[in-house]
């Protein structure tokens, strides 16, 4: 009897059964990012079957796509998508191949039609890549960890990107102990949803949560809203100030945007978290407060430190437990779901949410899927509060029209899709045939005229266009310092954006490390092998070429001249 692959097909109830012992095991998946049914979005099947190097086969019938953790699912069963099937195969090194067979379903794949085959390599699957299946339907291809069940309350967080499920985790083990958690994240990613979590599952639950942005507190004021004021303490004091700390006795107080705390303000928020005890502005007595802090922050405070404007003890006595939000472009299989979230609200508020109720599937979806495809491939620098406001945009800017339309401004306001290098997509896509872009160090691809026929970094008259850190996708990231053989400062150039920005994006990347990760047996070996060689060192061991020589002379290490 022959084997059908579509048997080996695991929805996303298997990903309990596929979770390793040890690190999690990434393995292919579709999500489902727009449907003509709306409930249908954020449905996913997982393509254990691809990773364990046979084929699966794509169609209107086949096969079921299941919310994550269920057990039961659906076929994409839009009859506008072909029963011919497409055809999903595994390539050496992590990749997936998908087939497109003549007179099938039309596909769009990351903005570009896709006649043939297309392979996608390892780091185009981590950032996901956007298919549009006959114009109806939208999915993303992308991996997924198999990391074991995830917590039961979603803490009021909409998504199941991995990324996701080991933030509420973390949320989980701090939520119920008495210590300080520090949140860090790029703006919009919704860090005071975060710390909301950590309070209702806490003891002080009950108590009060307080949220301070210390940003848009006039620095000469912040030390009395936050610790209170005598009546005279300083000009226009005319009565006694409670202050924030105070306020939020027996309960929690959110400190967003710690970094922008003056230096006075960082003595007296060291001196709280030591002791207990504050001293309000004016006042000779200290005053004891009962009071949980949670501070966030989108700074590099390490670089603070470093420039002098953050001070190291505050910073350690904040971060008793370190969380970080991942940014939307992390989790771009949460991006549909996330949409037809924001999408319901704002309809709900116009008496329209009947519109995403539709179960009929000859119906044009709501969403197109060119506009759905641009969405969840877009760079949202502003994060999960730019898509947000996009949506509201969309859903009122639309009002009485069938389907969503882009205007002019919001065409602007979501930008042109960069180039695929840029992206972290297409870095390792190409047709069937066609030379890989990589180098020869690596799985991702270098931009072209990054280096020289003789691979050293290519002089460049001018520097790369300025951009915002938060722009860079690790794949970018790690070509660039390929490219820069591990310079950091000519990475910087490269990119476009300060030097301090790379050895932040460096800590934040999961999959890099700085010198100061290595173990000394590890750099002593890779001085031996390359004899000596600086140069030769940092490439093996892909960190910087400078922190690399500190780490020698710390070692007793001296590296040969160059």
């Given at each position: ?34 449907h ?75 903005g ?22 006959s ?83 006039p ?7 936050l ?53 309000p ?11 949980r802090?949670i501070a966030a ?42 949409f ?21 599937p000859?119906?044009e ?52 899709a ?61 070509a ?44 002593t070996?890779?001085f ?7 140069d ?17 002379k ?9």
């Open positions: 009897m022959p084997h059908d692959p579509l048997a080996d097909v695991s929805t996303a109830a298997m990903q309990e059964r596929g979770a390793s012992r040890g690190a999690p095991r990434a393995v292919p998946a579709l999500t489902v990012v727009s003509p049914v709306p409930r249908r979005v954020g449905e996913r099947v997982l393509l254990e079957a691809v990773a364990a190097g046979r084929t699966v086969a794509l169609s209107r019938n086949g096969p079921d796509f299941a919310k994550p953790g269920s057990s039961l699912g659906l076929p994409l069963a839009d009859p506008f998508v072909s029963r011919k099937p497409l055809e999903l195969s595994a390539l050496a090194g992590g990749g997936v191949r998908l087939t497109v067979p003549e007179d099938g379903t039309h596909v769009v794949a990351a570009e039609p896709l006649p043939g085959a297309r392979d996608f390599g390892p780091a185009e699957l981590r950032d996901g890549v956007a298919l549009e299946l114009g109806r339907v939208v999915l993303l291809l992308h991996t997924v960890e198999l990391d074991g069940e995830g917590v039961a309350d979603t803490l009021g967080m909409v998504g199941e990107s991995a990324g996701l499920r080991r933030l509420r985790k973390h949320i989980e083990r701090v939520a119920d102990l008495d210590v300080s958690v520090l949140i860090r994240g790029e703006t919009g990613t919704g860090k005071e949803l975060v710390a909301q979590a950590i309070h209702r599952l806490s003891p002080r639950g009950a108590g009060r949560f307080l949220s301070v942005n210390l940003g848009a507190i620095k000469e004021l912040a030390a009395a809203e610790f209170g004021s005598r009546k005279g303490a300083y000009s226009g004091a005319t009565q006694d100030r409670e202050g924030f700390f105070r306020a939020a006795h027996g309960g929690t107080l959110f400190l967003d945007e710690v970094g922008e705390a003056p230096p006075e303000v960082q003595v007296m928020l060291l001196r709280v978290l030591e002791t207990g005890e504050l001293y502005v004016g006042a000779s007595q200290p005053v004891k407060v009962d009071v802090l922050t989108d700074a590099h405070l390490e670089e603070q430190i470093r420039d002098g404007r953050f001070k190291a003890p505050l910073l350690h006595r904040l971060a008793g437990y370190d969380l970080r939000v991942p940014a939307l472009r992390e989790r771009r299989e949460d991006v549909g779901r996330l037809f979230h924001f999408a319901r609200e704002e309809l709900a508020a116009l008496g329209e949410a009947a519109r995403l109720d539709s179960e009929e000859h119906a979806p709501w969403l197109p899927a060119p506009l759905a495809s641009r969405l969840v491939r877009a760079a949202w620098p502003g994060n999960i509060r730019q898509l947000r406001n996009l949506t509201r945009q969309l859903v009122i800017g639309s009002r009485g029209q069938a389907r969503l339309q882009l205007d002019a401004a919001l065409e602007e306001a979501l930008g042109a960069a180039p695929a290098w840029a992206q972290g997509a297409g870095t390792e896509a190409r047709p069937l045939g066609m030379p890989a872009g990589a180098s020869a160090t690596g799985d991702v691809a270098v931009p072209p005229g990054a280096r020289t026929a003789a691979g050293a970094p290519e002089a460049r008259e001018a520097a790369a266009p300025r951009r915002k850190p938060s722009q860079v996708t690790e794949a970018e990231l790690l660039a310092l390929r490219a820069s053989a591990w310079d950091l400062k000519a990475t910087a150039d490269a990119l476009g954006i300060p030097r301090p920005s790379v050895y932040d994006l460096i800590e934040r990347s999961p999959n890099l490390r700085t010198a100061g990760d290595l173990g000394a047996d590890e750099i070996r890779c031996e092998a390359c004899g000596g060689d600086l030769a060192m940092a490439r093996t061991l892909e960190v910087s070429k400078r922190a690399l020589g500190r780490r020698l710390e070692l007793g290490l001296t590296a040969k001249a160059p």
